[in-house]
């Protein structure tokens, strides 16, 4: 399996400008690796047609739970799908806290990505108050049995990204005891849940810094990077920290 990782500029763009960004991603081969980028949506095609055949694609940040209706502002899978996009983010903590997205939503979204053609990149973690009262484990088994007996192991591909609510853009990070832990974690969960091979990436503050570190813990598969993305520089690092 291929490591994998995934760039998520949030409401950004990078200060080096969309062009720049990409042209030094496409002028390196990481042919062993596979590598996401997830812009603001008006910035999608751009990227794509920035990005040609570099082999690296992009995903969107969140989706509507259905292909078309009366919902102003939202964007659905096919929608996302035409931009040549081939992922897109599902569940995110700052979905969940910042626009009331709970696990029966994420569920739908879940559904209408990977019936649109899109792989879902479904994010679960813990806030800082649940890792505190030890209930950690727990909310890892709510937002995964919840939500993934929606879908269909067969012929859907699945990426789950766990990111501690606590560790995320706050440059407080996780250990590596507590990253190996939370992943072999939801490695069992998934097994139990029918679905094996699934690549299970770490988010939380990922830097250069810490990339290596972590990226030698047993089943992490990659990362899902925030802020540490919108330099090239910093997440080509990353990268071939990897």
């Known amino acids: 399996m291929k490591r994998l990782i995934a760039a998520n500029w949030k409401m950004n763009v ?21 590598i996401f980028v997830a812009p603001p949506f008006p910035f999608l095609s751009q990227i794509v047609d920035n990005l040609g055949t570099s082999g690296i694609a992009t995903a969107g940040q969140t989706c509507s739970w259905t292909e078309h209706g009366a919902l102003t502002g939202e964007v659905s899978p096919g929608m996302i799908r035409a931009t040549g996009a081939k992922a897109v983010l599902v569940g995110h903590s700052e979905r969940r806290a910042s626009f009331g997205e709970n696990d029966s939503i994420v569920a739908r979204k879940l559904v209408a990505a990977a019936s649109g053609g899109l792989t879902p990149i479904l994010c679960i973690g813990e806030t800082a108050d649940e890792r505190s009262e030890q209930k950690t484990a727990a909310v890892l088994e709510r937002q ?15 990426v789950v990204a766990y990111e501690p609510v606590w ?4 440059g407080e990070n996780a250990t590596p005891d507590q990253v190996a832990e939370a992943h072999e974690l939801i490695a069992r969960l998934l097994g139990s849940l029918g679905w094996t091979d699934v690549p299970i990436l770490y988010g939380g503050s990922v830097k250069p810094s810490n990339a290596g570190e972590l990226a030698a813990v047993d089943q992490v598969s990659g990362f899902l990077v925030g802020g540490a993305s919108l330099s090239s520089q910093s997440f080509i690092e990353i990268i071939r920290s990897t």
């Open 144 to 158: 995964l049995e919840s939500v993934i007996p929606s879908i269909d192991s067969r012929g859907t591909r699945l």
């Open 14 to 34: 990078p200060p080096e400008g969309i062009e720049a960004w990409c042209h030094a991603l496409t002028s390196l081969r990481f042919d062993d690796r596979e």
């Open 167 to 170: 560790a995320i853009g706050t």
